[in-house]
């Protein structure tokens, strides 16, 4: 498409038919609070998803394990974690030779998202973001937290992901 030789177009100092999230968008080291989930969503899809820990923040650690199970056993085409889970999702995964945090806040308006590179290995970050999530579900100080944050196998993200 071309949006042809107007003077309004001098405003734009680049074009580009179709930015690659993963690579351009999200600056290195930065995290983004306090954003929309559906801004997320923008960059869940194009990442390699290498973990997922459910906090229990605004429901019970028993309501979300059941949460959990549902997912398991549910067969969707595409996985919607809002209509799935009803706490925090953590997501961290790889794209573009960097690492990527998701926070999903199910009040969907405070969520957070991060990219950042390393020289740890893989099992090392892995461990650290394990490590945060339950730091995070046991000690936020909300009315269900305390408990320890519950993994979600990854054979549950099917199809077109939406937080």
């Avoid at 974690?81 to 690492?99: E, K, M, P, R, V």
Wanted: glycine share 6%.
């Amino acid at each position: 498409m071309s949006i042809g030789p107007h003077p309004f177009n001098s405003y734009f100092h680049d074009k580009i038919e179709y930015p690659k999230p993963c690579e351009s968008m999200l600056p290195l080291g930065v995290l983004y609070e306090y954003i929309s989930s559906d801004f997320l969503n923008g960059w869940l899809n194009y990442v390699d998803i290498k973990s997922i820990r459910l906090i229990s923040r605004y429901e019970p650690f028993a309501d979300n394990q059941q949460d959990v199970q549902a997912l398991i056993e549910s067969t969707p085409i595409h996985t919607d974690l809002a209509d799935s889970l009803n706490d925090d999702t953590f997501i961290l995964a790889q794209a573009a030779g960097h690492w990527w945090f998701f926070w999903y806040d199910r009040d969907c308006s405070d969520c957070c998202i991060g990219r950042f590179q390393t020289t740890d290995s893989d099992e090392t970050v892995l461990a650290a973001f394990a490590d945060y999530a339950d730091d995070r579900s046991k000690n936020m100080g909300y009315e269900h937290s305390g408990s320890p944050a519950i993994e979600i196998p990854l054979k549950c993200m099917r199809g077109w992901l939406r937080g």
